[in-house]
């Protein structure tokens, strides 16, 4: 199995950025595909991103498209989430999650979780 340590959260104001790291360890990194979720509270948590094994393929929700992206680096087993443009509404607990298999974009499969970090923005 994989393990997953996500970090680089924090309080930022809106209009600002942050790079979020998702640092893996355990088994093969690049057997997995990896992707961000999201829990804002009194919400259900959600994907924001998502990217295959190789990171040729990549999937971003609608709310965050053209402000985040996404990358890995399977050398140094780490994937990052790049936001831009933040605002109150990106405020949430976001994960790292990680699944086996080609099927990256199955996002209700994903098991092996990181423990989340926080990410504020303030108005």
């Known amino acids: 199995q994989v393990q997953l340590v996500e970090s680089g959260g924090g309080l930022v104001q809106t209009g600002g950025s942050l790079r979020l790291s998702c640092a893996a360890s355990?088994?093969?990194?690049?057997?997995?595909?990896v992707a961000w979720f999201r829990q804002a509270p009194g919400d259900v948590r959600r994907v924001v991103s998502g990217i295959n094994k190789s990171g040729g393929n990549t999937y971003y929700t609608d709310s965050v498209r053209g402000r985040c992206t996404i990358s890995r680096d399977n050398d140094k087993n780490t994937v990052y989430l790049q936001m831009n443009s933040l605002t109150p509404e990106d405020t949430a607990v976001y994960y790292c999650?990680?699944?086996?298999?080609?099927?990256?974009?199955?996002?209700?499969?994903?098991?092996?979780w990181g423990l989340g970090t926080q990410v504020t923005v303030s108005s």
């Open positions: 355990g088994r093969t990194f690049n057997d997995y595909a």
């Open positions: 999650a990680a699944k086996e298999g080609d099927k990256w974009y199955l996002f209700a499969e994903y098991d092996y």
